[in-house]
């Protein structure tokens, strides 16, 4: 009976030191569990982060900036038609202004539509393209059948390019005091004129009188650069050259200041229009818009 007791005793101390091990384990491996635990929250927050929305198949492409804050997709047919009629509803309003601006044009019908303009304007073009180039191909025939070269000889620039390194205000073909030149050097006869200071611009711009008729949306004159004392209205205007006086008459200081003086515009007929730029560029014109 003792030897029974003491082993049924051993044995359930040692089952329970076994217990105590497997506890210890359990304990023990915690950190093993936790590292595991968060793996699994690791994966499953990949798992929910939302992806970027995918278009359908057959309408992938750039999709359309949006600017507002929201995420959700939007076809782009649905974006194209919203530009479409965003496009007609601006079209629309602007007919509807149109007396506002030019009652009598013939270039701005009431009915404007850009997007048949433009249809027509490509059109044009396309035929402009094709007619040189019909013109051209039958030129290039004309001088093999007359046993010439297929394209005329190579010409040299003008001058031979070297007005390029002159460096002088003159012209290259009148030699006359100009800016379109290719190195313009400003000094004490041609002076730069700075941008105009604040003053000007207002009374040029949006805070003019408008009920006065000598103020307009005018740009400012270019005027002699001078210190901060002078009041820029006193200051005089710099002289323009004889090429960029194409005024005639030509209105003076006081004339231009007072907004008094008007440019009519200058018609001439065929035949004049023919001795000023001569018979062969008027046929070419001609040709061109035949």
């Not at 970027?52 to 507002?68: A, E, M």
């Not at 009920?211 to 200051?235: A, E, K, M, S």
């Amino acid at each position: 009976m003792g030897g029974r007791s003491s082993s049924r005793r051993g044995g359930a101390r040692g089952g329970r030191g076994g217990q105590g091990g497997n506890r210890g384990g359990q304990r023990g491996g915690g950190s093993t569990s936790s590292g595991g635990r968060g793996g699994v929250e690791g994966q499953q927050q990949q798992r929910v982060s939302p992806q970027s929305p995918q278009p359908p198949p057959g309408l992938t492409g750039p999709r359309p900036v949006s600017h507002t804050q929201s995420r959700a997709w939007i076809a782009p047919r649905i974006v194209a038609d919203q530009a479409i009629q965003t496009q007609r509803q601006r079209l629309a309003h602007l007919n509807r202004h149109r007396g506002n601006f030019c009652p009598r044009s013939d270039v701005w019908p009431q009915d404007y539509d850009i997007t048949t303009h433009r249809t027509f304007i490509t059109r044009d073009r396309a035929a402009m393209s094709r007619h040189v180039r019909d013109r051209d191909r039958r030129i290039a025939r004309e001088r093999i059948d007359t046993g010439l070269l297929h394209a005329p000889p190579a010409i040299n620039t003008a001058f031979n390019s070297r007005y390029l390194t002159w460096k002088i205000n003159l012209s290259s073909v009148l030699c006359l005091p100009t800016i379109f030149t290719e190195h313009h050097t400003l000094g004490r006869t041609t002076p730069e004129a700075a941008w105009p200071e604040p003053h000007e611009q207002k009374y040029e711009g949006d805070e003019r009188i408008a009920t006065d008729r000598i103020h307009g949306r005018f740009l400012p004159h270019p005027r002699v650069p001078g210190n901060g004392t002078v009041n820029w209205q006193q200051r005089s205007f710099v002289p323009q050259q004889l090429l960029e006086n194409f005024h005639y008459p030509i209105p003076d200081e006081v004339e231009i200041l007072f907004r008094s003086h008007r440019v009519d515009e200058l018609e001439v007929s065929d035949e004049i229009g023919a001795e000023l730029i001569g018979e062969d560029l008027m046929e070419r014109l001609d040709e061109l818009w035949e």
